[in-house]
């Protein structure tokens, strides 16, 4: 077992999923590649409307290409349910562009968990339009 642990570890209570969803929000708040990444254990699969990838490595460049150009990203995440070492959260993800525009990207994830809470599996389902400023709501 790897010493690095994300905590709340799973199995999962009420408390516990809540606060790991509050606590992807900060890691993804963040949108930096190398933060985002470390929340994945090694072998992690990684699915989103464009992208299914295995392994770390794979998901750093994934997430580094997706951040490229990305300003003022913003994210909330709303617990939907959850067992052992999953949960389903619904999302909310608002950013800007490098060239001003606003976008908002909204769906669900579903993610499990290793002992260690580390992320094994992501799948997320997500529409994504544009925004105006007075649009914003995260």
């Known amino acids: 077992m790897s010493s690095l642990k994300k905590y709340p570890l799973p199995p999962f209570t009420m408390e516990t999923a809540l ?7 900060v890691v993804w708040n963040g949108y930096l590649p190398e933060t985002l990444g470390g929340i994945c254990s090694t072998g992690v699969e990684w699915q989103d409307n ?6 770390l490595e794979a998901v750093h460049k994934l997430l580094h290409n997706s951040c490229e150009g990305v300003q003022s990203f913003k994210s909330q995440r709303t617990l939907w349910g959850f067992r052992v070492n999953r949960m389903a959260v619904r999302f909310v993800f608002e950013w800007q562009d ?7 990207a909204a769906g669900n994830e579903l ?12 799948f997320a389902s997500s ?8 649009d914003l709501s995260v």
């Not at 490098?98 to 908002?104: D, I, K, L, M, T």
């Open 127 to 134: 529409s994504n339009w544009i925004v105006t400023v007075d």
């Open 98 to 104: 490098h060239e001003g525009f606003w976008f908002r």
């Open 19 to 25: 606060e790991k969803a509050v606590s992807l929000d």
């Open 50 to 55: 464009l992208s299914h990838v295995h392994g």
């Open 111 to 122: 993610l499990e968990f290793n002992e260690e809470g580390l992320l094994l599996k992501r």
